[in-house]
Every structure is written in C-alpha cells, then in structure tokens.
C-alpha cells in the first residue's frame, strides 16, 4: 500500500504565499508522476499542476506564472509553492501520485483565501 500525506493548507490573505508538501510512503517501486489537484465546494475536483518523471510539468491555465510545482525524487515528495493567492484559490488541495498505472490519493489539505 501507498499513502499520501500532505502539509502546509492554511488560511491566508489574497496575494500571499503558501507551500503545500505532500510525502509517499510505503510500497514504492516507481512514480510516474506526482501532482495536485483542488476541488472548491460546488465543483469539480480540477488539475492544478502536475509534476512527471521526465522532468515535465503541466499547470492549469489558472495557476500558470504564479504556482510552481517541484519533485524531491529520493524523498518521494512533491511541493506546491503558491504566490499571489487569490479568492479563487481556496479549495480542499489533494496530492496525487501515479505509480505507473495505479493511483493514489492523499487525504487533502485545505487551503482558504480570506482577507
């Protein structure tokens, strides 16, 4: 079994920072691709950013130039750094990780935008 467990949601002011981390643990041969993903309440669950093996990244068109996501291979850790946050920002975050065909879910970590 894998497990997922993310850190750093908060509550923070519009156009703050924050840093999401999110460790796998357990039974872990090779991970594909690691990423996060958001769901606001009322909507869908939507790609955030996306962080593959080959060094590749994806972002939502909503993200880009303000979040960046990045690896620490030999820790089996993906962080999310967040810059200029905004009210559409807050949602339930939740890390994911794609061990080559199965997937894994962390648990969330939620992230509020408030002033």
């Known amino acids: 079994q894998v497990q997922l467990v993310e850190s750093g949601g908060g509550l923070v002011q519009p156009g703050g920072s924050l840093r999401l981390s999110c460790t796998a643990s357990?039974?872990?041969?090779?991970?594909?691709?690691m990423g996060w993903y958001r769901q606001a309440p009322g909507n869908e669950r939507e790609l955030v950013a996306l962080?593959?093996?080959?060094?590749?990244?994806v972002y939502a068109d909503s993200v880009k130039g303000r979040f960046t996501i990045s690896r620490d291979n030999a820790k089996n850790t993906v962080y999310l750094q967040m810059n200029s946050l905004t009210l559409e920002d807050t949602a339930v975050y939740y890390c994911?990780?794609?061990?080559?065909?199965?997937?894994?879910w962390g648990r969330g970590t939620q992230v509020t935008v408030s002033s």
């Open positions: 994911s990780a794609d061990l080559t065909g199965s997937y894994y």
């Open positions: 962080a593959i093996s080959s060094g590749n990244t």
């Open positions: 357990g039974t872990i041969f090779t991970i594909y691709a």
